[in-house]
């Protein structure tokens, strides 16, 4: 991939590209973490006090299906950039898309909030693994700077994460919840003018799609294009004349528990066909198997680490004292920047850990089961919130801190490690799906997270919070006891 030279050190040492993709990313994550810090907060608000008055739920079910549908449209939004548009337009259009989504939100009106949903994970799942992808096309397939090129991106992600959580919870919250849906969009709207003025800097990454020597493959996956645009229309068709003739009428929760059915149908479907689809060496068979389990492993993290939008955000508006020194009481939702500002100051500390470790430092699967204990620990730091506000007490917004600081703890452990266990692991000719399945491990756990944070009012929360604890140290200690034979299947790869 060449990069015309006088843009090669133009942004800290990095290609002058990185900058671009830096920022562009940096204001959709602004977009993405702030309109979240207030999406469950605005379901559930009183009518009165402008939210749509959802019980908790069915706020919990909609959120559910927002996030995980945010990660698993991230897999056809790679194939129709690599296919059709280039990813460099495959950014272009979603931004665009996400823009439109955040100012459809905030119009007050239920038709216009699904219509906002809708655009903005349709456009997500076009920006979000392309952006990615740009990245490593700046750099030359032998440049050292590459791994550290992505940790600066990196960074934009989790200033973005940092900056979205305070600005618009405080207008949403404050001032007017559809205040603070614009604010996000606004966010978009800067991150699509500096993509556009910055774009030169991109030299031809991600200009174009893929091209196909045989003119038949090309058209086989514009069939194959056609077809699924054809099946989804009909399908919606099929499922609104059942709900207005009254055969099978439609709810949030109906729809949740369908989705829910099929997405984890995807990867059963997905891990069997691969398996039985080509002929694997024992060594890709067993790496394969790894991938599995691996993936069974960031489910569960995920579901419990996105606890932050659901039930923790609950629990910071309904039970926790936000008033600190004599301050009037700050927003629920400025709790969510605290995962951003954690990874920020730990994401370095984790980097020299592991450089000073050497081959002394934990293997992948060790790593996963520390992460996934670590957020358990999190959850028992929350039972014991739970049991102090048992009397209707808000307690101090340090037991939140905490939980907060000890999953991110995990996060260092389990997400960096896991998308680069995935490159080393995958089959060289099956690279590009092994990185969709860890978004859709991140599906998977987003749609988990949501569904049992819906039992936030039905379950004692010690009990709920202990819910978590039960799931992560038990698959944390299963993974811990498989390390051993996990590594054998690994075929070398530590």
């Not at 069915?58 to 995980?68: D, P």
């Not at 898309?97 to 955040?102: A, E, W, Y």
């Amino acid at each position: 991939m060449s990069v015309p030279a006088q843009y090669d050190k133009g942004f800290f040492g990095h290609p002058k590209g990185l900058s671009t993709l830096f920022f562009t990313e940096l204001w959709e994550r602004f977009s993405y973490y702030g309109m979240r810090a207030i999406l469950l907060l605005y379901l559930t608000a009183a009518v009165a006090d402008g939210g749509l008055g959802f019980d908790v739920g069915k706020g919990t079910s909609i959120y559910a299906l927002y996030t995980s549908m945010v990660y698993l449209l991230s897999l056809p939004g790679g194939w129709v950039a690599d296919r059709f548009l280039g990813q460099r337009k495959a950014v272009l259009y979603g931004g665009i898309l996400i823009m439109l989504g955040h100012f459809t939100l905030a119009i007050p009106a239920v038709e216009a909030f699904f219509t906002g949903l809708v655009l903005i994970v349709v456009g997500t799942g076009l920006l979000k693994p392309n952006i990615s992808a740009i990245v490593g096309q700046l750099y030359h397939e032998n440049d050292d700077r590459r791994d550290a090129g992505f940790s600066l991106f990196y960074m934009g992600i989790n200033f973005g994460a940092l900056a979205g959580p305070f600005v618009c919870p405080l207008l949403g919250e404050n001032v007017d919840w559809h205040l603070g849906f614009a604010a996000a969009g606004i966010g978009m709207f800067f991150g699509l003018i500096q993509y556009v003025r910055g774009a030169k800097y991109l030299g031809d990454a991600g200009a174009e799609p893929e091209k196909f020597e045989d003119p038949r493959e090309a058209g086989r996956h514009r069939r194959i294009l056609t077809a699924g645009i054809a099946i989804a229309v009909i399908a919606a068709a099929a499922v609104a004349a059942l709900h207005f003739s009254g055969i099978f009428v439609l709810t949030v929760e109906r729809i949740a528990d369908s989705f829910g059915f099929i997405l984890f149908a995807i990867p059963v479907v997905f891990f069997a066909g691969l398996f039985l689809a080509e002929k694997w060496t024992p060594v890709e068979k067993g790496r394969l198997a790894t991938i599995v389990v691996l993936f069974l492993a960031a489910a569960f993290f995920w579901a419990a680490y996105e606890q932050a939008g659901s039930s923790l955000t609950l629990f910071a508006e309904r039970s926790t004292d936000r008033e600190v020194w004599g301050f009037p009481e700050f927003p629920a939702g400025w709790f969510q920047q605290l995962p951003a500002l954690f990874c920020v100051i730990l994401a370095p500390v984790f980097a020299w850990l592991w450089v000073r470790l050497g081959r002394k430092q934990p293997s992948s699967p060790a790593k996963f089961a520390i992460g996934l204990v670590l957020v358990g620990l999190g959850f028992v730091v929350m039972m014991g919130a739970a049991s102090a506000s048992a009397a209707g007490a808000r307690i101090s917004l340090w037991w939140l801190v905490a939980t907060y600081f000890l999953h991110v703890l995990g996060e260092m452990c389990l997400s960096p490690v896991g998308l680069s266990t995935m490159t080393k692991l995958a089959p060289t000719r099956v690279t590009g799906m092994m990185m969709g399945v860890w978004f859709l491990a991140a599906s998977v756990g987003n749609y988990v997270a949501g569904r049992l944070a819906g039992q936030y009012e039905s379950l004692p929360l010690w009990q709920l919070f202990g819910l978590f604890v039960l799931l992560t140290f038990g698959a944390g200690a299963v993974l811990a006891l498989l390390v051993r034979p996990i590594r054998r299947m690994m075929g070398g790869v530590h």
